[in-house]
T-cell receptor
Framework: DADVTQTPRNRITKTGKRIMLECSQTKGHDRMYWYRQDPGLGLQLIYY???????NKGEISDGYSVSRQAQAKFSLSLESAIPNQTALYFCATSAAGEAETQYFGPGTRLLVL | LAKTTQPISMDSYEGQEVNITCSHNNIATNDYITWYQQFPSQGPRFIIQ???TKVTNEVASLFIPADRKSSTLSLPRVSLSDTAVYYCLVGDAGGSARQLTFGSGTQLTVLP
């Protein structure tokens, strides 16, 4: 969905490096999410934010941190990347009270060497 | 948290109707049923959502029996471009994102 953009689209990094993945949305939604997807598997929730002042851990938050800089921006950081964080990362948004109807970005493919 | 169970994979031919069933035996009163479609290397895309009985939109139909312990996504006259993974989710419209779980989904392969 073009209303949700992610940068970069692809990233290769080395073990121990800090990296940031960014997400921006123009849908005006309050809620934003970060998911991780490993090959052949479903999506796992990393963090979610219901508004600028609200950040919550998801299923697999260890090794990750987030920042909600504005309603439209939600960044995911890997403080010290490790190879098993190699995955496809998706950002999503939803309107308040409509958590099941999420709009996803195009994804960031991350490779940690 | 309502767990969902779907077939891992299904094959179909172009022009056929495809029905994918999802089991959610412990669905809660406030839970809605939502289906997503995901193409390779793309984010999931919302297809349809329902609470009970039947819902239809331009893409699919969703059938939900009275006990709501299962649901069936129906794709009419599929084409090759419908090859994708389909996820069934069960969650509360006003609740926490933690109540949403993307399982492994159903890989639908449409053959010519």
């Amino acid at each position: 969905d073009a209303d949700v953009t992610q940068t970069p689209r692809n990233r290769i990094t080395k073990t121990g490096k800090r990296i940031m993945l960014e997400c921006s949305q123009t849908k005006g939604h309050d809620r934003m999410y970060w998911y991780r997807q490993d090959p052949g598997l479903g999506l796992q929730l990393i963090y979610y934010s219901f508004d600028v002042k609200d950040i919550n851990k998801g299923e697999i938050s260890d090794g990750y941190s987030v920042s909600r800089q504005a309603q439209a921006k939600f960044s995911l950081s890997l403080e010290s990347a490790i190879p098993n964080q190699t995955a496809l990362y998706f950002c999503a948004t939803s309107a308040a009270g409509e958590a099941e109807t999420q709009y996803f970005g195009p994804g960031t493919r991350l490779l940690v060497l | 948290l309502a767990k969902t169970t779907q077939p891992i994979s299904m094959d179909s031919y172009e022009g056929q109707e495809v029905n994918i069933t999802c089991s959610h035996n412990n669905i809660a009163t406030n839970d809605y049923i939502t289906w997503y479609q995901q193409f390779p290397s793309q984010g999931p895309r919302f297809i349809i959502q329902g609470y009970k009985t039947k819902v239809t939109n331009e893409v699919a139909s969703l059938f939900i029996p009275a006990d709501r312990k299962s649901s069936t996504l129906s794709l009419p006259r599929v084409s090759l471009s419908d090859t994708a993974v389909y996820y069934c989710l069960v969650g509360d419209a006003g609740g926490s994102a933690r109540q949403l779980t993307f399982g492994s989904g159903t890989q639908l392969t449409v053959l010519p």
